[in-house]
């Protein structure tokens, strides 16, 4: 679109949408594994997505390592401009990231298609829509 207030002319350009990289998660996130679930997820970053997907959609369990490695992959992408959104249906694991707060740090949705259908970069947990971001460090 070109706009011309007499002798100056401006043209907008669109608006890009954002990059999205989905991670799909094991069924189980421990000790085993987690070394893959960290290079996938740095991975992905490595291509500077805007938006970040891990998605928990098969997943029923994770430990602490998981839990760190998802923080830990929040703080990357944050670090580089970008968003990373947990989708976490499973009640065991979403009850798991409540109880220790992790939840008040991460963006965690109960679908992939919730999480692909934020549009909005500030975004709370799907779980407490209130409005606005909470971040709590978790040590």
Do not use: W
């Amino acid at each position: 679109m070109k706009v011309s207030d007499g002798s100056r002319r401006t043209q907008a350009a669109p608006v890009p949408e954002p990059q999205t990289a989905v991670v799909p998660l094991p069924p189980e996130i421990d000790a085993a594994n987690i070394g893959l679930v960290e290079a996938a997820l740095a991975g992905a970053l490595a291509s500077r997505p805007t938006v970040l997907i891990a998605d928990g959609t098969s997943t029923a369990f994770c430990d602490s390592s998981g839990i760190g490695a998802l923080i830990h992959a929040h703080r990357q992408a944050a670090a580089t401009g970008a968003q990373l959104r947990v989708v976490m249906p499973g009640p065991q694991v979403r009850r798991v990231l409540q109880l220790i707060g992790a939840d008040q740090l991460l963006l965690v949705y109960p679908s992939l298609a919730d999480a692909q259908a934020d549009r909005s970069q500030s975004a709370r947990s799907a779980a407490d829509p209130a409005p606005g971001p909470v971040h709590q460090e978790i040590a």
